[in-house]
């Protein structure tokens, strides 16, 4: 069916990154060609992302025309089916999802695979990823929804059924049970997350975990972990943590003398006290996402001779199967020995299942913003100017055998949008002792003050993790990237006892207000708080919480009015408002939802900072000039062909461009460039689609 579809080729003659995680990112197209300026001037004339899916006029079944298709799926002799095709009486789930549902395909995604079978673990959990009561049968129409968390929220992903198969056999994740379809629906859905099966080949295990999870991930070598190594597993298992494990010694995926594939990720699912006829013994459970190869060391399914001294009531109580299934069991000196690298992922909501109170979760959204909060490392000039949070720990360990106090918590900085913006910050944190009169450190105070606690180095992962135990008392966290002046989006999360706090920190008004330190957010003076902001959203969405166009238009106007850039509503138009809908509806209903309106008015939040600093003469109109060295600053690089587009289109007949039209601008520019890396699967700068999704793109507006 997909092989049968007329195609438009549309290339490019230098490398795009590849697209990963993120659904609204800003793209940078520094490294795009003329092929790929050429998509950008053609959708710039009028395009918008297509619809989310449709029905099928020949099976009456939902067709999802935005999953991104690449390389992998097309190759001579793949065809895509669904279930129904492939079995005669397929279901969602048989007998429960267990870690035990999930056997790799023809792609490298163990690292996905892992962190699905961490996930079964912990059925609450599950039940959130994976939405029960879907099936085959009562009310199918071959659409699947699955829900992943994405920088600080949950986001629904719909998908169809059709699963891409050789001689009817699934090519990728796959159930032993044949008729069971769950966790192969999940991996594509996931992709699709991604930017399609290809952007699963090789990852990292903690970052599916966050995703799947909310939780914040460690990464901690085995090697330096407590000598009582079952009690800190134990204690991490009891509160719901999820953790992978890998060797990573030797060449990708081959296997040690005894089994133990290196560079491929493990789940770590259990600890156990085993009584044997010589005494006791700590084992861990180990599950392997392939299915196939096992540990061949003491302990083993096969080999190890050690199962004899264990009684058959004990190992029923182990639930130990002797099967080639990919679980097997090890002693922890073992495990230590074959081991190198173990990812903790602590989960950060409530879970009835795990009968504990996890650690409270404080989330604050950022952004480094050249030249305003984007400050660089402590080394450099300009490290006062990166954004600040206080800190207030109150709240102190329930720690019966030590005689001091402390307070501890775990500090964890992610990095939005970078896999699809081509570009990967090195990142860090810092702690410091607040100042004794105000919740503000100055530029005077950082040139004085040594952190208290910081990130070995800057790195540059999508999050770092910093764990910390400090005693009761007020500091000020400090997020920044290693060079001055990189613009990124951030997340901070404080995992922190329940009572203790962390807040922006607010410069003292006695500063001078018109210095550039002070314009760390100067939209400030122009848009409503977000407390007002809120209010405004409940006054004009509709009694079903959905913000429409002519909605959306109400609520901009008055926000506008009511700033320093009051006077520019009168050229908010309707039509800007419909697109900026568009671009943002995640679900093809051209509505917003609060979350869905939440990340635009992120954007409009950041695009403002910027349209403020480039309107040097403050007419609320940006100089043609100034537009490049503005969508510069928010990521965008672009050239002549498109600046010309730009002053024919978006430009009111001064050859100016208003707030609310830079606004527009910025979307549309956005979210194009994200929409052809979404396509760009393989990375190459060259992107296929269809007919009908040329259709879309060009008439969804």
């Not at 939209?523 to 959203?537: D, E, G, T, V």
Request: hydrophobic letters at 40%; aromatic letters at 10%.
């Amino acid at each position: 069916m997909f092989a049968m579809r007329k195609s438009l080729s549309v290339s490019s003659d230098s490398s795009l990154p590849p697209p990963e995680d993120d659904v609204d990112s800003v793209c940078s197209d520094e490294l795009m060609g003329s092929q790929s300026r050429r998509w950008l001037a053609e959708i710039l004339s009028g395009g918008i992302p297509p619809e989310s899916g449709e029905v099928s006029p020949a099976s009456g079944l939902f067709v999802d025309f935005n999953f991104p298709m690449g390389e992998l799926e097309m190759q001579p002799g793949v065809k895509w089916k669904r279930p129904k095709e492939l079995c005669s009486s397929p279901q969602f789930i048989v007998d429960g999802a267990t870690r035990l549902d999930v056997c790799q395909g023809k792609l490298s995604d163990c690292w996905l695979l892992s962190a699905i079978a961490s996930l079964s673990m912990n059925q609450s959990l599950l039940k959130k990823v994976v939405p029960l009561g879907q099936s085959f049968q009562d009310g199918y129409s071959g659409c699947f929804t699955f829900r992943f968390w994405q920088y600080g929220q949950w986001e629904e992903v719909r998908i169809d059924d059709l699963l891409p198969t050789v001689d009817n056999n699934l090519i990728f994740l796959s159930s032993p049970e044949r008729q069971e379809f769950w966790s192969a629906l999940l991996e594509k859905a996931y992709a699709k997350l991604k930017g399609g099966y290809r952007a699963l080949d090789m990852g990292f295990p903690h970052e599916a975990m966050v995703d799947m999870t909310g939780g914040v991930t460690e990464v901690l070598q085995v090697a330096s972990l407590p000598r009582d190594l079952p009690t800190f597993l134990r204690h991490l298992l009891v509160r719901g943590a999820l953790i992978n494990c890998a060797n990573c010694q030797g060449p990708l995926e081959h296997r040690n003398e005894l089994g133990i594939m290196f560079r491929h990720a493990y789940a770590l699912t259990a600890v156990d006290k085993v009584r044997t006829t010589l005494g006791t013994e700590y084992l861990v459970r180990i599950l392997n996402p392939w299915g196939n190869t096992e540990w061949e060391g003491p302990w083993s399914d096969f080999k190890g001779q050690e199962w004899k001294t264990v009684s058959i009531e004990e190992q029923k109580r182990l639930g130990r199967v002797s099967q080639e299934d990919g679980e097997f069991w090890m002693s922890v000196s073992d495990f230590r020995q074959n081991f190198e690298v173990m990812e903790v992922c602590h989960l950060t909501e409530a879970l009835s299942e795990s009968g504990m109170l996890p650690l409270s979760c404080i989330m604050h959204h950022g952004n480094w913003a050249p030249n305003i909060t984007a400050g660089g490392s402590p080394q450099g000039g300009w490290f006062y100017q990166n954004p600040q949070f206080y800190f207030v720990l109150s709240k102190a360990d329930q720690n019966p055998d030590s005689a001091q106090k402390t307070c501890s918590f775990v500090l964890a900085l992610m990095q939005k949008h970078q896999r699809r913006r081509g570009i990967s910050l090195a990142i860090g944190l810092h702690v410091y002792p607040a100042h004794p009169k105000n919740t503000y450190l100055s530029r005077e105070d950082l040139s004085v003050l040594r952190p208290v606690l910081h990130s070995p180095q800057y790195v540059a992962r999508r999050e770092v993790v910093l764990r910390g135990s400090l005693p009761p008392g007020c500091y000020i966290i400090i997020p920044s990237t290693a060079e001055p002046n990189q613009q990124g989006a951030f997340l901070l999360r404080v995992l922190a006892e329940q009572g203790n706090n962390a807040t922006p920190a607010r410069k003292p008004s006695t500063e001078d207000i018109t210095s550039v330190t002070e314009l760390s957010f100067p939209h400030q003076a122009a848009l409503p708080s977000p407390q007002a902001i809120r209010q405004l959203f409940q006054k004009h969405c509709n009694k079903k919480g959905f913000c429409k166009p002519l909605h959306l238009y109400k609520l901009l106007t008055e926000a506008i009015q009511g700033g320093v850039l009051a006077g520019s509503e009168k050229y908010l138009a309707l039509e800007q408002c419909k697109s900026l809908v568009v671009l943002m509806d995640s679900q093809g209903i051209a509505q917003l939802n609060w979350p869905e309106f939440q990340s635009l008015w992120d954007k409009i939040r950041r695009w403002t900072d910027i349209f403020l600093m480039h309107d040097k003469d403050k007419t609320q109109r940006l100089e043609y000039q100034e537009v490049m060295p503005s969508l510069k600053a928010a990521g965008i690089r672009v050239d002549e062909l498109v600046m010309q587009l730009v002053g024919l289109r978006y430009t009111e007949p001064d050859m100016t461009i208003s707030y609310p039209g830079f606004l527009y601008l910025l979307m549309k520019l956005e979210s194009m460039i994200h929409k052809f890396q979404a396509y760009d699967v393989m990375g190459t700068g060259a992107v296929t689609i269809s007919y009908r999704q040329w259709l879309h793109m060009t008439m969804y507006n």
